[in-house]
């Protein structure tokens, strides 16, 4: 019988939540195949088989915490067949398996702790060509071993951009090596997650009590320290997006036939890079110590999402270099992933300022709380059809829609929000201004 310990995760993740087990004991199980999903503080974690054999043990039931380098589950290998040799000395345990995507959120809604960064990451680096329908192994996944999953992470990869040379299109340790050439960039520190406690009814049942884990815990984290630590000046505003409707029901069907989903999102972000040009200060952030200001060289807009695993905040690189379809597909790419709390670490990481579209779940106002270390964050309401007096006095139907800012004051005033807003708006109720 072979013990599968729980690999280190990297990141700093010390215990993982057990969220479901694909498997029972007693099952037969494959190489890669999917065996369990855990939840770190960043995202959902799918952990795979290392070989074939038959699950003779779950050591960690669903909702409990599993902790690095301790024993996840047991099997028993197949017929004749050895164990697995690890690739990596620092693999401990037999063989396991770690989803590359789980890199992850706003790190989680930009849920971990950021570190100063000088400098953000730009649209060149965003680009991530789809890997080909091969390489794909039996269960849908690029088959690949922990150890290199972890390097992939390391270098802030994706496991879909290395070309694999093994069994199946199998990633191997000298296939990352030979795409990074020694320039990766270091994995993200994040804090451990929250202590674990079991939920326990009381004795009428009236009060259920569950641990806050996860996504949600390092949320919680994260929206103490910046509301505890940044003075928020909120600055609110209505729009008329009536124009701007009309430009997206004309453009939706070239947009379609490339596959892409046209809402109105890109149109918010590439409106907002170009209202930063002429206010960069809404594009920068304060340094640790809060006596320098650190201008950003890109415009990276995250965006937050109410995913499977809880809020992330992924961000869109490089806007200002993009066009508004290449906007689009970024933002439904990631959208996607974080739904399913599969966001890489790498767009999660590098935002400078943030929206949220509350209005997509019919909310008009909100208050939001800055994305730290970003100087601002903006919400916006629902869209809605509302009487309104033209220039000449008459009484029209417009498309009316609110948002409300939130930024940092220790960097902007009242006056800097409202002429950004101001100039953001003018791009938004009259669109065509924005391919001057």
């Known amino acids: 019988m072979t013990e599968f310990k729980l690999p280190d995760i990297g990141e700093g993740i010390v215990e993982c939540e057990v969220v479901e087990w694909r498997v029972a004991e007693g099952d037969a199980i494959e190489?890669?195949?999917?065996?369990?999903?855990?939840?770190t503080d960043k995202a959902l974690v799918e952990i795979t088989a290392p070989e074939g054999g038959r699950v003779t043990k779950l050591h960690v039931?669903?909702?409990?915490?599993?902790?690095?380098?301790?024993?996840?589950?047991?099997?028993?290998?197949?017929?004749?067949?050895?164990?697995?040799?690890?690739?990596d000395a620092e693999a401990s345990a037999p063989a396991k398996e770690v989803d590359d995507d789980a890199d992850t959120d706003t790190g989680a809604p930009r849920l971990e702790t950021p570190a100063p960064q000088a400098s953000t990451v730009c649209s060149?680096?965003?680009?991530?060509?789809?890997?080909?329908a091969s390489g794909q192994g039996p269960h849908g996944r690029i088959p690949a071993s922990p150890a290199v999953r972890r390097l992939v992470r390391e270098h802030d990869l994706r496991l879909e951009d290395v070309p694999g040379s093994g069994k199946d299109g199998r990633v191997l340790k000298e296939d990352v090596l030979a795409l990074v050439q020694g320039d990766g960039a270091a994995a993200e520190p994040v804090a451990p997650a929250a202590a674990s406690g079991r939920g326990q009814d009381q004795a009428q049942g009236e009060i259920r009590v569950e641990p806050l884990r996860?996504?949600?815990?390092?949320?919680?984290?994260?929206?103490?320290?910046?509301?505890?630590?940044?003075?928020?000046?909120?600055?609110?505003e209505e729009i008329d997006v009536t124009e701007l409707l009309a430009l997206r029901e004309r453009l939706k069907?070239?947009?379609?036939?490339?596959?892409?989903?046209?809402?109105?999102?890109?149109?918010?972000?590439?409106?907002?890079?170009?209202?930063?040009?002429?206010?960069?200060?809404?594009?920068?952030?304060?340094?640790e110590a809060g006596d320098e200001i650190h201008y950003l060289p890109c415009c990276n807009i995250g965006m937050a999402v109410d995913g499977r695993a809880g809020l992330m905040v992924p961000n869109v690189?490089?806007?200002e270099g993009l066009s508004l379809l290449d906007v689009a597909g970024e933002i439904q790419r990631l959208t996607a992933a974080a739904r399913e709390g599969?966001?890489?670490?790498?767009?999660?990481?590098?935002?400078?300022?943030?929206?949220s579209n509350i209005g997509a779940l019919g909310g008009t106002y909100a208050a939001p709380i800055i994305n730290a270390p970003e100087s601002a964050i903006v919400a916006i309401g629902k869209s809605q059809w509302l009487p309104r007096f033209d220039e000449a006095g008459e009484l029209t139907r417009r498309a009316i829609m609110t948002v409300t800012w939130a930024g940092d004051h220790r960097l902007l005033d009242g006056g800097t929000i409202a002429r950004f807003c101001n100039a953001w708006k003018g791009y938004l109720e009259d669109p065509e201004t924005m391919l001057l």
Do not use: C, W
Not at 31 to 39: F, G, L, R
Not at 124 to 132: L, N, S
């Open 342 to 355: 599969r966001v890489a670490q790498a767009d999660l990481q590098g935002g400078t300022i943030s929206i």
């Open 124 to 132: 060149a680096e965003q680009e991530r060509p789809d890997r080909a």
């Open 61 to 87: 039931a669903k909702g409990e915490i599993a902790k690095v380098h301790a024993p996840l589950f047991a099997y028993e290998m197949a017929d004749g067949e050895s164990a697995a040799e690890p690739e």
């Open 253 to 287: 069907p070239r947009a379609e036939a490339r596959e892409v989903r046209l809402t109105l999102m890109p149109f918010f972000m590439k409106a907002m890079a170009l209202a930063i040009r002429d206010y960069p200060l809404l594009n920068s952030r304060l340094n």
């Open 214 to 236: 996860g996504v949600r815990a390092a949320m919680a984290r994260q929206m103490v320290a910046a509301a505890s630590t940044i003075p928020h000046f909120q600055y609110g």
């Open 317 to 319: 690189k490089g806007v």
């Open 31 to 39: 190489e890669d195949q999917p065996v369990v999903e855990v939840m």
